[in-house]
């Protein structure tokens, strides 16, 4: 997962503790996304990147923050992890979107007891 | 809503055969559509992307085409391989991707 990379990789927690998720490019691409990866849901998108400061809300923002303070990187908020935001959190990147490929991280796994 | 289904959800073949995974989506108004390669614990991996104005792409033993006008595309994989074996996922960009659930295709020596 060349340029792009995700701290944690693992991390368990408990109900309603903060948790925050890293993503880390080196690629200078202007876009940034998060997506959870949940049996029988496949990938759903939660929040996304067009720029510093600039972001909006996905299919699954509920319960969830983002910031961008700089262009390399996203930070992902769980003010107060609940259990069924146990799940696999990835972070891709692209230059731009429309006719630009993503390119994925190796994935964050949280586990909420 | 735009929806992207793929089918079959899995899928077993011998080595060496020719096969083909699909992804069907609701909205044609689609700006690309992408194929992913995922093995199991890891990321997503882009195999191909083809544009709207593109019917298909090729990578090596891989083909992928695009048919808008009936919210289908194909992932066609030549003289399969057991390195094959892995969830192939597709995305249909609108403003951003939305997924399939992903094809698990085995592949057995």
């Known amino acids: 997962d060349a340029g792009i990379t995700q701290s944690p990789r693992h991390k368990v927690t408990e109900t309603g503790t903060p948790v925050t998720l890293r993503c880390h490019q080196t690629e200078n691409h202007r876009y940034m996304y998060w997506y959870r990866q949940d049996p029988g849901h496949g990938l759903r998108l939660i929040h996304y990147s067009y720029g510093v400061k600039d972001t909006d809300k996905g299919e699954v923002s509920d319960g969830y923050s983002v910031s961008r303070s700089k262009t390399e990187d996203f930070l992902l908020t769980l003010e107060s992890a609940t259990s069924s935001q146990t799940s696999v959190y990835f972070c891709a990147i692209s230059e731009e979107s429309g006719a630009n490929v993503l390119t994925f991280g190796a994935g964050s796994r949280l586990t909420v007891l | 809503k735009q929806e992207v289904t793929q089918i079959p959800a899995a899928l077993s073949v011998p080595e060496g055969e020719n096969l083909v995974l699909n992804c069907s989506f609701t909205?044609?108004?689609?700006?690309?559509l992408q194929w992913f390669r995922q093995d199991p614990g890891k990321g997503l991996t882009s195999l191909l992307l083809?544009?709207?104005?593109?019917r298909e792409q090729t990578s090596g033993r891989l083909n992928a085409s695009l048919d808008k006008s009936s919210g289908r595309s194909t992932l066609y994989i030549a003289a399969s391989q057991p390195g094959d074996s892995a969830t192939y996922l597709c995305g249909g960009e609108y403003s951003t991707l939305t997924f399939g659930k992903g094809t698990m295709l085995l592949v057995s020596p």
């Open positions: 909205d044609s108004a689609i700006y690309n």
């Open positions: 083809i544009q709207s104005s593109q």
